[in-house]
């Protein structure tokens, strides 16, 4: 796996990330397809809003249909129909927030399935030979999320068990060329943390530098603040990917600081929902305003939703439960993000991101609803 | 709108229907847009399942978004992206099948909506103006769908009610250029009520023929005797239409009886199940026995769910409750069912109907689970 630093401007940069399964321009935005799909999306519709790269999710693929079926069945590529790069989280976080009655030791973590109770155990070992048995392009270290808030002890305990694992997770990786592994950088909001996190994933060494513990509730100035200082301990040949990130004025203010990757549910859940991100911020085609207007969602944008239907057909779909609402939106939410993602690329390779940034944050300044 | 034979084999004929919206082969499924959308289909999902023509419903649309709104949009074509040829029911049978408080006079039906409760009205003037508003290429005469049983009595007096609203319908009907109005043959089985059902309407004068009240419990054998009898009763250059059919069974034997034109919710309603129509038949890809399976659904198809999936990723998506599920199982019931009809068209016009027939009957036979 090779990354390159195609332009910078300021502290951003664009790039490309040269993989196994293919090229991919950063900063790049990965749709989630949490259980081998991206919600209510074929793969082909995903590949036409520009997406491409892809996240999966190791605890769900875990538990259904579980990694052997996947690697018997020829790798979740195969499976999904997604010959692209693939990058699986390592399970740690979706334990956490979605299994029940998990007990953290410090050699892993045992849990029990939300989807029939049944018990199982992920280890740095095991969540790595699993994303392996997936055939990920990107595997992550296994760790712990630190909980927001935490005190600095509880940061500080938390991120060193994540950095025990992250050697683990390094040991059991198998290198494969154009695949690789990226650590997690961890320790909350407190920057000797994050420094001292930082520097014991450098000297393990990874293919690439995640921040996570980060969009957990502690605002996005916090955020910002903290991710100015992460980003400078991290190595500038090496992509860095912002976990779970974010909102458009989460990811404008990340690729400012310098991250590469991110990944996020915001779009594909939204429009399952009816809120539509447009340049303008976002909108609800629920609401009744939408129920007459015949303008498109998005003048300009080349998805179905906007290219061949009105507001008023929306609004209809989503008010008569009609699935195809859901697919619409999510089409056009993920096609609003790869072209959020395409003019930062752009900006930063013509030194334009000031005037960009500007302009980006006044048209959302313009929202009625904003996030 | 013009109907032209260009091949007959026995009873079966295949043929070409001009419309102001375009051209369609016949025999011909039409795929159900109930609410304005195909079910978990975009309209170019539709499209390319090879469909021509599509159906809408009036009862839905009067009720949501309202035909007011669909013209001031720009018509049912424009609003769900359909340029091609629509078909829409009159309304009379979803008054009876979902209305509330149904009240049916000499003039029409007032009922309540099945979505907030509020009154409505349909008369045949009333409906035929919907249609007109809709921008329907086929607008259906507004009856009553006698149920099943009846005594030869009652559906004599529902028939009759029928053919005074055909004649109203007729006359609220505004003849446009490359559009048609079909009157529909009512009188359950009782072949006398269906001669003069056929003879009133045959007396007033549409664009094409529909055989209504049929598979509504009465059962193959039964409705294909009726089929018979009442096809023959039907001129030679006008299209012939039965209306809510049916299984690939009973499509094969209404096309052998005759009959040209075909919409039935069942491929898009099963697919969003799990059932499969397949050329043995169908199956249930929730079934356990598809969980380890790398085939494809139907070797051969070119719909995404064959093309590009196996068995074992369909039967995961239904497991996983993904929305991806019902779209690709959809798309590949809707292509399986187009494929039927090119299969019928082909053998008719090459003088083949009688050996392809034994032969999609040979098939069926072997399904562990037929219809």
Redesign the interface.
């Given at each position: 796996m090779k990354f390159t630093v195609t332009g910078t401007d300021g502290a951003a940069r664009a790039g490309w990330l040269d993989t196994a399964h293919g090229q991919v321009a950063t900063p790049v935005f990965m749709p989630v397809g949490t259980?081998?799909?991206v919600?209510?999306?074929?793969?082909?519709a995903v590949r036409a809003t520009g997406a491409g790269i892809i996240l999966g999710n190791t605890y769900?693929l875990m538990l259904?249909?579980g990694a052997a079926?996947v690697a018997?069945?020829?790798g979740l590529h195969r499976?999904?129909?997604w010959p692209g790069p693939i990058l699986t989280d390592s399970g740690g976080f979706q334990v956490m927030s979605l299994a029940k009655l998990r007990r953290l030791d410090a050699h892993g973590v045992t849990f029990q399935s939300h989807i029939d109770g049944s018990s199982h155990r992920l280890t740095p070992e095991s969540s790595t030979e699993i994303q392996w048995a997936l055939d990920a392009t990107i595997t992550m270290a296994f760790d712990e999320c630190t909980p927001f808030p935490a005190t600095e002890a509880e940061a500080a305990a938390s991120m060193r068990l994540s950095m025990a694992w992250a050697a683990r997770s390094r040991a059991a990786f198998v290198p494969r060329a154009g695949y690789g592994q990226f650590g997690i950088v961890q320790g909350s909001v407190f920057p000797a943390l994050r420094a001292e996190s930082a520097a014991a994933l450098l000297d393990i060494g990874f293919e690439g530098y995640a921040i996570g513990g980060l969009a957990v509730g502690e605002g996005q100035e916090a955020m910002l603040t903290t991710l100015r200082h992460t980003a400078n301990l991290l190595p500038a040949n090496a992509p860095r990917y912002l976990m779970g990130v974010g909102t458009p004025s989460d990811i404008l203010g990340a690729v400012e600081l310098g991250v590469d990757m991110f990944d996020c549910v915001m779009p594909t859940r939204a429009g399952r929902t009816g809120r539509a991100y447009v340049p303008a911020g976002h909108l609800n085609l629920r609401n009744a305003a939408h129920?007459?207007d015949?303008a498109p969602l998005q003048a300009g944008c080349a998805c179905?939703a906007c290219a061949?239907?009105?507001r008023?057909?929306l609004h209809?779909?989503f008010?008569?439960d009609?699935?195809?609402g859901?697919?619409?939106l999510t089409w056009h939410n993920l096609t609003y993000y790869q072209s959020l993602m395409q003019g930062l690329r752009e900006a930063i390779i013509t030194g334009n991101l000031t005037t960009h940034a500007a302009n980006l944050r006044s048209a959302w300044r313009t929202n009625n609803d904003p996030d």
């Amino acid at each position: 796996m090779k990354f390159t630093v195609t332009g910078t401007d300021g502290a951003a940069r664009a790039g490309w990330l040269d993989t196994a399964h293919g090229q991919v321009a950063t900063p790049v935005f990965m749709p989630v397809g949490t259980a081998g799909a991206v919600k209510a999306m074929t793969a082909d519709a995903v590949r036409a809003t520009g997406a491409g790269i892809i996240l999966g999710n190791t605890y769900h693929l875990m538990l259904r249909p579980g990694a052997a079926r996947v690697a018997a069945l020829g790798g979740l590529h195969r499976f999904m129909d997604w010959p692209g790069p693939i990058l699986t989280d390592s399970g740690g976080f979706q334990v956490m927030s979605l299994a029940k009655l998990r007990r953290l030791d410090a050699h892993g973590v045992t849990f029990q399935s939300h989807i029939d109770g049944s018990s199982h155990r992920l280890t740095p070992e095991s969540s790595t030979e699993i994303q392996w048995a997936l055939d990920a392009t990107i595997t992550m270290a296994f760790d712990e999320c630190t909980p927001f808030p935490a005190t600095e002890a509880e940061a500080a305990a938390s991120m060193r068990l994540s950095m025990a694992w992250a050697a683990r997770s390094r040991a059991a990786f198998v290198p494969r060329a154009g695949y690789g592994q990226f650590g997690i950088v961890q320790g909350s909001v407190f920057p000797a943390l994050r420094a001292e996190s930082a520097a014991a994933l450098l000297d393990i060494g990874f293919e690439g530098y995640a921040i996570g513990g980060l969009a957990v509730g502690e605002g996005q100035e916090a955020m910002l603040t903290t991710l100015r200082h992460t980003a400078n301990l991290l190595p500038a040949n090496a992509p860095r990917y912002l976990m779970g990130v974010g909102t458009p004025s989460d990811i404008l203010g990340a690729v400012e600081l310098g991250v590469d990757m991110f990944d996020c549910v915001m779009p594909t859940r939204a429009g399952r929902t009816g809120r539509a991100y447009v340049p303008a911020g976002h909108l609800n085609l629920r609401n009744a305003a939408h129920a007459q207007d015949p303008a498109p969602l998005q003048a300009g944008c080349a998805c179905p939703a906007c290219a061949r239907h009105s507001r008023a057909y929306l609004h209809h779909l989503f008010k008569a439960d009609e699935m195809l609402g859901p697919m619409l939106l999510t089409w056009h939410n993920l096609t609003y993000y790869q072209s959020l993602m395409q003019g930062l690329r752009e900006a930063i390779i013509t030194g334009n991101l000031t005037t960009h940034a500007a302009n980006l944050r006044s048209a959302w300044r313009t929202n009625n609803d904003p996030d």
